[in-house]
């Protein structure tokens, strides 16, 4: 069973899904940040391209979105003849853009609920074909009864589990939620229209209710919402003042540890996660069993304890797309089988579809799993840029230096990091100021993260400015 814990004190608001008292799942919602997937724009067709049969959306995003012909359910022609350029579009977000891809849309509306899914131009009531030939056939004609127009709508397999009235009740709630967002919408230049929040919504839909035994609230103002929102889960709604309390670690440690790329396991084991813009590459490693030749069924057995913990790893760091794990070698193909089996088994308790394509003639596992937002490390962390070493960055400066012997200035002040410096006089056995012509004064400051070229002129200007500085220089570098 499953608690939803939701932290909206402080601006960026926290989700996070607790099973067997374990965080399990991890959701922020940032101002300026918010995810796309969801929410309904109107959109300005920018420009159709015919050999795609698509057509790029203005949705006054930084990108343009992208509309496929098969995402238009009138379409019945090619694009061209379907939409013209300039025209405005009600488009709602399939997909998240990705690097230098827009976000994906579709003009097939959808406003979703616990049970049902209220489509403002579905012109048709389906049911979940999960639900018996009975109850799916009342469900339907009562929805039937009540749709006006080009409405529509789809029943979910969740509503076996509810009495019809509370599915028709939702049903109209959506529809009312519809007609006062539409209401204020009078432009035709590129505006969000709804927004499908992350927190609280795509994470309490995320789960049957069944399955949730409690949703706990940092403030008042949010469970009010998610009990008008979604009435059926009043009983199941908390407040606590401070929900950290009663979390297993604190909302930033969990961070710190999201943003790690090595998970030490309790066995000795660690798994290196390193996530590219192609893949996402996990290896193990076993310290334990270092210098050692592992039997297969000793792999066997740290393998399958890594492909537990690799299984929550990538549900709470939500990597997607493709991913490639490098497990202990084992020689036996009926052990290669077992372990993709059991990989298997332990990806079934993601919601998120994932799929387990099995070995690689390289020995890598391959998996795939859907991209329905960017992964932990992707929201809380900035791209590392390379940086040279430090021993690089003394030859840098050194050949950097000595170019100066071409240079007219009779002097060169440089500041240099102490840290450098006392690398510098390691590596360099000679002084670079004996190999160039001009006077080389240096400084050494904290402050510069390496070194730094700060004046070269003549040598009384030089020496005037180290005077202004009152800060002590050497001359033998």
């Known amino acids: 069973m499953r608690k939803i814990i939701i932290h909206t004190k402080s601006t960026e608001k926290t989700g996070l899904v607790l099973e067997n008292q374990q965080i399990c799942e991890y959701m922020v919602d940032r101002p300026g940040r918010e995810l796309l997937s969801g929410s309904i724009f109107v959109g300005k067709v920018e420009n159709i391209h015919r050999g795609m049969q698509a057509a790029f959306i203005d949705i006054g995003e930084e990108k343009n979105a992208f509309l496929k012909r098969d995402q238009i359910p009138w379409a019945k022609e090619k694009i061209e003849q379907t939409v013209q350029e300039g025209q405005t579009l009600l488009v709602q977000v399939i997909r998240e853009a990705v690097g230098e891809k827009g976000a994906q849309v579709t003009t097939d509306l959808t406003l979703p609920g616990l049970y049902c899914i209220y489509q403002p131009l579905g012109r048709k009531i389906s049911v979940s074909k999960k639900l018996g030939d009975d109850l799916s056939e009342f469900v339907k004609a009562e929805l039937e009864a009540i749709v006006n127009g080009e409405e529509g709508g789809i029943v979910r397999t969740a509503a076996g589990n509810e009495k019809t009235e509370v599915v028709i009740e939702e049903f109209r709630l959506l529809r009312k939620l519809w007609r006062e967002q539409m209401q204020p919408i009078r432009k035709k230049s590129p505006q969000p229209v709804w927004r499908d929040h992350i927190i609280p919504d795509q994470l309490i839909r995320k789960f049957p209710i069944s399955s949730l035994t409690d949703i706990i609230v940092d403030e008042v103002e949010m469970g009010r919402y998610i009990k008008e929102r979604y009435p059926s889960v009043a009983n199941k709604i908390s407040w606590v003042k401070e929900v950290e309390s009663i979390l297993p670690s604190g909302i930033n440690e969990l961070q710190e540890a999201l943003i790690q790329p090595v998970v030490k396991l309790e066995n000795g084991v660690e798994l290196v996660i390193e996530p590219t813009e192609a893949m996402t590459v996990i290896d193990v490693n076993s310290h334990r069993f270092k210098g050692k030749s592992l039997s297969d069924s000793q792999a066997f057995e740290v393998n399958t304890q890594a492909a537990k913990a690799i299984s929550k790893q990538i549900r709470l760091r939500n990597h997607s797309g493709i991913i490639l794990v490098d497990f202990l070698n084992m020689k036996n193909p009926s052990l290669e089988k077992k372990l993709v089996d059991f990989m298997r088994k332990q990806t079934r308790e993601d919601l998120t579809k994932s799929n387990v394509m099995g070995m690689t003639r390289l020995g890598l596992m391959e998996l795939t799993r859907k991209r329905d937002a960017l992964s932990s490390v992707q929201v809380l962390s900035k791209p590392c840029l390379p940086a040279f070493d430090s021993e690089a960055m003394v030859y840098r400066m050194e050949r950097e230096l000595l170019a100066y012997s071409s240079h007219p200035a009779e002097a060169i002040l440089i500041a240099i990091n102490p840290q450098l410096y006392e690398m510098k006089k390691r590596l360099l056995s000679s002084l ?30 030089v020496l005037e400015a180290i005077h202004r500085r009152k800060a002590p220089v050497d001359n033998l570098f």
């Open 432 to 461: 670079i100021s004996s190999k160039i012509p001009q006077e080389l004064f240096v400084r050494q400051d904290a402050d510069v993260s390496d070194y730094q070229i700060e004046l070269e002129g003549s040598e009384n200007m």
